[in-house]
Every structure is written in C-alpha cells, then in structure tokens.
DNA sequence: AGTAAAAACGTAAACGCTTACGTATTTAAC
DNA sequence: GTTAAATACGTAAGCGTTTACGTTTTTACT
C-alpha cells in the first residue's frame, strides 16, 4: 500500500507538500499539485485514515445511536432502519462513515463509559428514539460534539431535532374522512404517555372542531395489533352510528379492519379507515389501507444533512426540522354511503 | 479528558508501564498495576482509539456491507436489520465497534476505491446479500483482511459463510404437510436464478420422494406477494385436487391465501399454505401462516463471533456455517379433511 | 554470600499523517 | 532596479498511544 513518503519521494519534494496538495490547502503551485493528484490515483493512494485522524483530531465518522425499545417484543423497529439508509444515503456522498450501536440502559446510566464517544470514535452523532432520557441527551451535548436527535423532542432545549409533523399529519387524515363525508368518526388512541399519539390526537380533534363535529375517542394501552381489535369492538358497541375510524398508528388500523370483518363490517363499503406510518405490510394487507406515510428515509437525509452542516459550521444554531407526512390514499377509506338520506 | 500521561505522572511512573497496566500485559507488578487500574476506573480514563489504532496498527472496527438491491423496491430489507442487531448483539460485548455501509455498484466495480478498507478503517468485515459478485469478495480477501460472507454461498472458495438451511428446512416443511395426510401438493417456486428457491426446491422434492409423491410445481418470475396470487390460481386450476400450497417465501404464501380467498377456498379447511422466512406479517395475516422460521438474529451473531474468532487466531481455516430454520407452526395448516374417504 | 534468571520498570522509536513556522523564491509595485 | 508582499516549499514538532530494547531491581538457587 502507498504511503505519503511514496510519493513525496517520487516528485522529490517533502511531504508536507503532498499533503498539503492532496487536501487542496494553499501552498503548493497549481502544476505541481496537479501532477500529485493524478499520481496519487494512478497510485490508488488512501490517505491512513488513523493518521490522519490522530493528527487532524477529527475520525470523520459519525454515529447513529438507536435506542433499544425496552418494551418492544420485536427489538428491530424497521422504522430506524429505514432511517438509517437515509443517513447512509448522505454519508455516502460525503467523507464521513457511519458507525452504529445500541444505545442499552447501561449506556444510558453511564454516559462516561459510552465508548464510541469515551474513545473518541465519532465526530458527531445523531441520537434516534422517543424515549431517550433527557439527561443522556445533556451529556452528549455536554461532549460537545454536534448532536441531532430524531424522534424525538427536548422541551426547553436547544438541540437539533428532526420530527414528522403528527399533529398536521393527523389533520390531514381527520380532513380526509371528513371531505369522504363522515360525521360520526372514531378514533383509536395509544396511551397517553406516547407523546406522538397525543400530538396525533390533537390533529384530529382540531379538524373536528373546524369541521363542527364530535370524535369519539378510546385509549388503549398499548398500541399493537390487538389493541386495535378490541378498540374497534368497544367502540362500535358504544358507538354503532360510527362510519369511519381513524387510529394513531398502522398496526392498530389493521386490527381495526380485522375486528371489524369479524363483524360483519365492510371495509370500506360500511366503515372507512385510516392509519399513521404507512408500514410496509399496510399495502399488502386486503383490503389495502389508506394511511399517512412518514418520510422516514428523508427524516435520515435530513438529520445527516443537518449534522454535516453543523460540523462544517460550528457556529450554527441548533434547528428544529418537522418533515411533512402524505396522505397515501388507498383501499381502506371511500366515501360515505348515504343511508335512509341521513 | 485525561490522557495516559496524567496517570504516568500521578504514579511517577512512565507511560509505558501504564500502557502495560492497562493492557494486560507482562512487565508491571500487581500491585502497582491494581492501583494504576483502579484510578483509571475513577478519572473515567478511556485510550484515545485512534493514538491506539495508529501505534498498534488495529482499528477494533468492523464493517458490515450489505448490497443494495438493484432489483428491488424496497431497498431496506429489514431482513439484513435483523441480522445487524444479531452482530450488534456479539460486537457490543466485544472490543470492537460497528462501521457499516451499503454496496453499490460503483464499489462493486473498484474494490480498490472502497474507502472503508482503502483508508484502513476496519480489521474485519461481513458481507451480506446473495448478489455481491464472486470478483468483489475476492478482492476483498486479497486484502488479507478477515471476511465472512452472509446469505451468500461461492462455489469453489475457501471463505467463511453464514447461510439458513434452505434445503433442510423447505424438507421440513414439506414434511409437515405430508404429517397432515396431505397428498397433492402444489409449490410455489421462485426464478430458476435465485439459489435460495432452487435450495428450497430441492428439499421438498426430496421429501415428497421419500413419501412416494408428486408435486405440482409452478415457477413465477418474481417473489411478490401478487405472484403467489397469480400462481395459486394457475395451479387449482390445473390440479384442482390439490390440499395444500408450499410456497418458497412468505410473500407468496401470504398471495397464495388471498387468491384463495377469492376462490372461495377456506384456509386451512380446504387449503394448507406453508411459508418459508418467517417475516413479521405473518403472524397478524388472518389466519395467520405457518412458516419456516429462519433465525437472522442468529445468523448475525453467528458472523459476528466467526469474525471475532478468526481475529483472535488469523490461522483458523474458513468455515461453512448453516444455521437450522425452525417450523413455525399457525393457522395456516391443519389436517386434510377426509372428503369422500378418499 | 554470590550468581543467574526473572520480573519490573524506563527510554525512545515508531505509527503516518497534519500543520505552525521558517526560509527561499517569485511576483508586484513604485 | 529596489523593496515589499505573495507564493512555494521545507523543517520539524506534534497527535496519544504501543512496543522493542535497555537497564535496574528482585527472586531463586547453590
């Protein structure tokens, strides 16, 4: 393998010199820094990146941090994933790497002892996960090492943030239905404490205020697939005027539709409904399900785009990014039927 | 941040009796090297990696390649996510940290300008997908660099692997069915191309042998859900006889049921429908699939701790690793019906 | 007590770059 | 043509460790 020695040897000239041309700095004449360049291609020349680091102290690696779901059975959220190749997608046009971990409770406990920073592996890092503790968050900052957190907010501090717009997202959905003429609509809420769901909540129930009408709205616990079924039972049983639901997330819409089946509902013949997430087994599932898709690949680009800019300029200040949500209009939602002119 | 020189001046020793303090190594009495540990433990001392990489010439970074799929839609295949956290799961309890990276074309065709191993930034790497061309693994080899390769087989190359038994678990399979008094049975293959269907098909050809039957075979250009819909409905209506479907991957299990649905075909009453992957939609689907379930988490680690034990001894011979798929036993399958005493 | 071997520690040279500073050479300005 | 300011390059000191090779001290053995 080549080494800088190499080819400062080769055009006699020190290799302050090389360096200074491969890395475009001043100093060297145009001629000469064009003939090293090519050289050093022909040579298939790599700069150690270990060297380099040491000397420049900077790894031009970033790190992506997800925070394991203590609660979830399925610990691989395919959401961060997809994240991920958002991140990689900008990365990949860049000089930087991408290096990924687990953030586990002991991390979380002991930010000292987090080694890709204790190490000083990274240059920065995006942090993604709703329920990253606040005071880890801190300590990062505290590092001072650019931070963005996806999925997440800080009230009261400032800090990079990329987010999906819950709250104008699940206006539009609510909007939705309402345009498809429904007026008895219900909606299918996870616990209180999940802060999207109650930012989701908040959408729909301004739609229904500007629309004039009343939601009827059920909590559930959790926020799976079976919590959906029994949402919808309980809610057709209080509620059988209903013509439309509206639940905070996929998994929950499609048990929804499965409950509904079970009683004899047509979906969307006698009920309509509509998600949030737009996972990818929605547009599998028969029928297929209208939903509001989240951008989840460009919430990476946005979070690596937002981190490359802050280390090219330290000076910046913190940004808070909300990407829009899309209404993916399929199967599962179709106009009311009109019913004895009701 | 401390620095090994505060501690050498703390103990009025030098750095290189700390180094070897830390480090495990000979040369420092127990005494001295317990004291020097135990303030290390208390200033949160942490090596510079990068001052360690570039005098021990060892990164303690891995890389984990995945190729992009040309073909595919959906380029996030949660499938090479899971595996991911089964090599998070090994390198976390590891010294070594986690680099990855998507495969392009562009780096397909000059290994040389794969950054990740041109500038030096890893020990070891794994590469995963079925369609990471022969040439660039060997290239990769060539740079002396540990390699294990996931979901990949080469013909002909000593090169550690970590592959599911494809043909072991599609016998299986058919085997359950055949348990069940199932005798016509139709399978749902994939493109001759694609090794894992041929694999599959291979199994249960050979179970059906050995049980003295015939299966009806029908091979669909693609592996889409809207595929096994489409050969489902090509093979009742060439063998209506048939009792049950092997279908050589999930999404085309999960069409097979739908077009039988639409047939007014009863699952599993009618119909048995077994699956080969175990994704996630499998088990909310109604009725939910029986399916093979093919350990990726396992299959991470299994790379993972490969990687580490060629790491620790450079002279262990590359190895074959296949790691058993399991019947996941749901809905989707029952015993034939007894019509007619037949 | 004397000697050899082992253990404990120090010295200093790497590792392969970047970069502040100094020197020589060219260009610009009058 | 002289002087000042750019420009082009060289020198050498880092960056924070590891490690080969010395040197000194301790241990073991006769």
Redesign the pocket.
């Known amino acids: 393998?080549?080494?800088?020695?190499q080819l400062?040897q080769e055009?006699?000239?020190?290799?302050?010199?090389?360096?200074?041309?491969?890395?475009d700095?001043?100093?060297?004449?145009?001629?000469?820094?064009d003939r090293i360049v090519a050289r050093a291609r022909e040579l298939d020349?790599?700069?150690?990146f270990?060297?380099?680091?040491?000397?420049?102290?900077?790894t031009f690696n970033i790190g992506y941090f997800v925070r394991e779901k203590p609660n979830l059975v399925l610990q691989q959220d395919p959401f961060y994933y997809e994240i991920q190749h958002g991140i990689e997608a900008v990365t990949a046009r860049s000089a930087y790497h991408l290096s990924v971990a687990t953030l586990t409770y002991s991390h979380i406990r002991k930010p000292s002892e987090f080694r890709p920073v204790s190490e000083r592996r990274i240059d920065a890092m995006i942090l993604a996960g709703p329920d990253i503790p606040t005071e880890f968050v801190m300590a990062m900052l505290k590092t001072s090492l650019p931070v963005v957190i996806v999925d997440n907010r800080l009230a009261n501090t400032a800090v990079n943030s990329v987010n999906c717009d819950d709250e104008g997202g699940a206006y539009h959905a609510a909007q939705h239905l309402i345009r498809l003429g429904h007026r008895q609509i219900g909606v299918i809420a996870g616990p209180l404490a999940w802060a999207s769901s109650a930012r989701r909540l908040r959408g729909y129930t301004q739609a229904a205020q500007e629309a004039g009408l009343r939601l009827h709205i059920l909590h559930e616990q959790e926020t799976s697939l079976e919590s959906g079924e029994s949402a919808l039972r309980r809610l057709y049983e209080a509620h059988p005027e209903i013509t439309a639901i509206a639940a905070v997330n996929d998994a929950m819409a499609l048990g929804a539709m499965r409950a509904a089946a079970q009683l004899g509902l047509r979906v969307p013949d006698d009920l309509s409904v509509i998600g949030f997430d737009n996972i990818a087994w929605g547009a599998m599932n028969h029928p297929t399900l209208t939903t509001m898709n989240i951008p989840k690949v460009q919430m990476g680009k946005e979070a690596a785009m937002r981190l490359l800019a802050v280390l090219e300029d330290p000076e910046l200040m913190p940004s808070e990014i909300v990407v829009p949500v899309q209404l993916v209009e399929r199967e599962s939602t179709a106009l009311r039927k009109e019913v004895n002119g009701q």
């Open positions: 393998m080549a080494l800088i020695d400062a055009f006699e000239v020190s290799i302050a010199t090389v360096s200074r041309a491969l890395n700095k001043p100093g060297v004449s145009k001629e000469l820094r020349y790599t700069p150690n270990t060297a380099r680091s040491l000397a420049s102290s900077r």
